[in-house]
């Protein structure tokens, strides 16, 4: 299970997070939505100390951080049992697939050359791409390109992937191929934090949805409770434009 408890964050001075609570059980989905500059990229880069909030916990299994006072060790703790995918992939241009996926392997898990290899084209594999080993991302399409990410997240064996518009860069004709890794993921009961705007995907997949708007989660409930009887008139004004 991975929780958050009352995170703030600040960008000089100005509040983004004021008190975001949201606890993910072990297997489920929870997908957030809300408005550009909403704070859910923040959201998930404090659950992994890519920014470090201004107050609030963080718990990733057995151990709870105070998120302010974390230490170097702690934080080390939480940052490997959480895996980000991005919206812009992230890839190394001057590697392959297989170099992109082995690199956290080799280098931050210091895991054997050969060893790593063998892990990198198992999740390669689960996600489609064992005809696409030794492409480098120019050669691979957007689609495949997230697959890239996607396999490097989980060769890491984290407890959580947290998943910031993995579909947004894309065009239309490749957000089915990522979204259908991402099904398979959750169905396999990998736990999931997904920031999206794809609605279908959250009412299919998601345990839960979550809808902050301005740096609060104002609503949230299961897919029917928050898109069918929403409660809440900020909720159903954006929910009334992305739709
Ligand atoms: P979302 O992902 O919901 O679109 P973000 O979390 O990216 O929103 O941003 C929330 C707000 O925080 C925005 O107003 C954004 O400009 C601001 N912000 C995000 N990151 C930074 C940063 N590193 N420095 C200053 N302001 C930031
Ligand atoms: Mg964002």
Do not use: W
């Not at 998601?206 to 009887?229: C, H, L």
């Amino acid at each position: 299970m991975i929780a958050v408890q009352g995170i703030e964050k600040r960008f000089h001075r100005t509040p983004v997070l004021k008190g975001v609570s949201l606890a993910v059980p072990k297997g489920e989905v929870v997908v957030i939505v809300g408005p550009s500059g909403s704070g859910k990229s923040t959201l998930l880069r404090c659950v992994n100390f890519l920014e470090r909030p201004d107050a609030g916990t963080i718990t990733v299994g057995d151990l709870t951080v105070d998120a302010r006072r974390a230490t170097r060790a702690e934080v080390l703790r939480i940052r490997r049992s959480t895996a980000m995918v991005f919206q812009q992939y992230n890839l190394f241009r001057n590697k392959t697939a297989l170099g992109n996926v082995m690199e956290g392997l080799t280098q931050v898990r210091r895991l054997p050359a050969a060893e790593a290899r063998g892990r990198a084209e198992a999740v390669l594999a689960k996600v489609g791409l064992s005809d696409r080993l030794h492409h480098y991302p120019s050669q691979l399409s957007g689609g495949q390109q997230q697959r890239v990410g996607i396999a490097r997240a989980l060769a890491m064996d984290p407890e959580v992937i947290l998943f910031d518009e993995p579909t947004s860069a894309l065009d239309p004709e490749l957000v089915g191929e990522v979204l259908g890794v991402m099904k398979a993921l959750a169905k396999e009961g990998m736990t999931m934090v997904v920031v999206t705007h794809e609605m279908a995907f959250a009412c299919e997949v998601a345990s839960k949805v979550a809808f902050i708007d301005g740096g609060v989660i104002v609503e949230e409930g299961t897919p029917a409770e928050v898109f069918e009887r929403t409660r809440e008139e900020r909720t159903r004004q954006f929910l009334a434009r992305v739709r």
